[in-house]
Nanobody, 125 residues
Framework: VQLVESGGGLVQAGGSLRLSCVVS????????IGWFRQAPGKEREEVSC????????YYQEFAEGRFTTSRDNAKNTVYLQMNNLQPEDTATYYC???????????????????WGNGTPVTVSS
């Protein structure tokens, strides 16, 4: 399984970025894709989670209303649209995959089996 993130960069506060995560090599029927971020000196934290097959999703509180995750099944790609970015959003953003639990959509930090290498996002004030 391989996940490759792209789309990070430098943006001013209030700006937007769209991150992409291309997924390959997955053989299980359905899977969850989580977006996570890690700021310098801080622990990695979950941003959002989406079911690749049906698009169910949820967000952490800080991402609600500003970030949107979506997927393009034909391209095996998951996106994270980030709007109204703030300096505190500065971090390396990672996508991760795990077989989908049929009972509940869940992308816990320690539950994800496969990780990308991350893409850095810097938001200037």
């Amino acid at each position: 399984v391989q996940l490759v993130e792209s789309g990070g960069g430098l943006v001013q506060a209030g700006g937007s970025l769209r991150l992409s995560c291309v997924v390959s090599g997955i053989t299980f029927d359905d899977y969850a894709i989580g977006w996570f971020r890690q700021a310098p000196g801080k622990e990695r934290e979950e941003v959002s989670c989406i079911s690749f097959n049906d698009g169910r999703s949820y967000y952490q509180e800080f991402a609600e209303g500003r970030f949107t995750t979506s997927r393009d099944n034909a391209k095996n790609t998951v996106y994270l649209q980030m709007n109204n970015l703030q300096p505190e959003d500065t971090a390396t953003y990672y996508c991760a995959a795990d077989p989908l639990d049929p009972l509940a959509l869940f992308c816990g930090l320690y539950a994800m089996d496969f990780w990308g290498n991350g893409t850095p996002v810097t938001v200037s004030s």
